[in-house]
């Protein structure tokens, strides 16, 4: 079984201007790495909003306080999850089609979907990179003798997010490098 080609006509890619923004081949196999991706990041998304919610009043950091870090952190992972449930959507719509090309709603969405993510994932990586070290910052400053009753386990959770939002970047980058060749 060969894999679904979506959004992209005969010679046509994201790049080549011929009209069409699609993904190229989307295997079973990228398909569930995707999803899986997906996953871990909407687990992380809700474990900042849950982790805001239990940041303790008390633990005071600068330059801003780690109860907002988990909130703008959640925040900044709510537009690539919802671009990839949009993904998603459109490959099991094109891959249910038959013929391998998608219906029109799903021709439409990619074409939202590949405006949004151009700029906006550009301007979410640049910002999110800025708001980590700012987090960084701030749990340095939590981490101090004067916090650390009050910011323990702020300054873990921040350590763990941080350690899994490395690991999702690089899996999705070797997930890219992969979907090259």
Known sequence: MEPAV??????????????????GSVSPVALCCQSILGLVGLGLFIANFVFYGKADENCDSEPVKMKTVFLVNGLIGLLPLVLIILLIVVAVAAMMSGDGEPPAWAQGVMGVVGVLTGCSVCCLCLGGIAWFI????????????????????????????????????????????????
């Open 6 to 23: 979506i959004g992209a006509g005969e010679g046509d890619n994201a790049g080549s201007g011929g009209g069409s923004i699609g993904l």
């Open 134 to 181: 700012i987090g960084i910052v701030s749990v340095v400053d939590a981490n101090d003798d004067e916090n650390e009753a009050y910011c323990k386990d702020e300054v873990t959770w921040f350590w763990v997010a941080f350690g899994i939002n490395i690991a999702l970047v690089c899996c999705t980058n070797a997930q890219a490098a992969v979907n090259k060749k």
